[in-house]
């Protein structure tokens, strides 16, 4: 069964203009971190935003932070005030207490000038 | 600090050939991955690691072999090359102190063709 699910395969936002790239995931751990990583066109992996399972707030790191809401096992990230340089490939991914992580097939986004 | 360092960067094999895709990490990190990435997908997890001797099944190890005999190398050995091979092969590692907290920190990558 799949575990970590982006249902956007691609977005385009607005320079200046916040966007939000959904994630659902899947797993009967209570313990777990969801983290966003973010792959430009030259390939590399990126790490942005870590969240807990545990965590009481959303974390935040700069323009990124991540909507969690565990009821509805989401983790939708959010950047806010896009620049040409987030045009990218972004994936989820869920890590579990059995030490691997899994990805979700990734959003492609667009910033418009 | 050189981080996670993939060789090669690009290799073609031809179909049936065998090759081994080299893995090292300087950061002293206990859990070592293989990635794969075909285009315009997710990574798939191949096999992992969680400290010399001990490797694990991912999520699609079929035509793949690993070992781990020492805390920085994880290589990753193909054994008769397939076209469904032709992938971008990722490597990472990450600290196991902090459990699922860990971020997992990424090699370039290899770029792998099968003809």
């Known amino acids: 069964a799949q575990k970590i699910t982006q249902t956007q395969p691609g977005m385009f936002v607005q320079e200046k203009e916040a966007v939000t790239l959904d994630c659902t995931y899947d797993?009967?751990?209570?313990?777990?971190?969801l983290f966003w990583y973010k792959q430009p066109s030259s390939g590399e992996m990126i790490f942005l935003i870590y969240?807990?399972?545990?965590?009481?707030q959303n974390a935040t790191e700069g323009r990124y932070s991540l909507n969690f809401q565990k009821a509805r096992k989401s983790a939708n990230l959010v950047i806010s005030a896009s620049q040409l340089g987030d045009s990218a490939m972004y994936f989820c991914?869920?890590?579990?207490?059995?030490?691997?992580?899994?990805f979700g097939a990734g959003t492609r986004l667009t910033v418009k000038p | 600090n050189a981080g996670v360092t993939q060789t090669p960067k690009f290799r073609i094999l031809k179909i049936g050939q065998s090759m081994t895709l080299q893995c090292a990490q300087d950061?002293?990190?206990?859990?070592m991955y293989w990635y794969r990435q075909d285009p315009g997908m997710g990574l798939k997890l191949i096999y992992y690691?969680?400290?010399?001797?001990?490797?694990d099944k991912g999520e699609v190890p079929n035509g793949y072999n690993v070992s781990r005999s020492t805390t920085e190398d994880f290589p990753l050995r193909l054994e008769l090359a397939a076209p469904s091979q032709t992938s971008v092969y990722f490597c990472?590692?990450?600290?196991?102190?902090?459990?699922?907290?860990?971020?997992?920190?990424f090699g370039n990558g290899t770029r792998l063709t099968v003809t």
């Open positions: 990472a590692s990450s600290y196991s102190g902090t459990g699922v907290r860990s971020p997992l920190h």
């Open positions: 797993t009967s751990d209570p313990s777990y971190g």
């Open positions: 969240q807990g399972s545990y965590d009481q």
């Open positions: 991914a869920m890590r579990e207490n059995n030490n691997d992580m899994r």
């Open positions: 950061m002293n990190h206990n859990y």
């Open positions: 690691s969680v400290g010399a001797g001990i490797t």
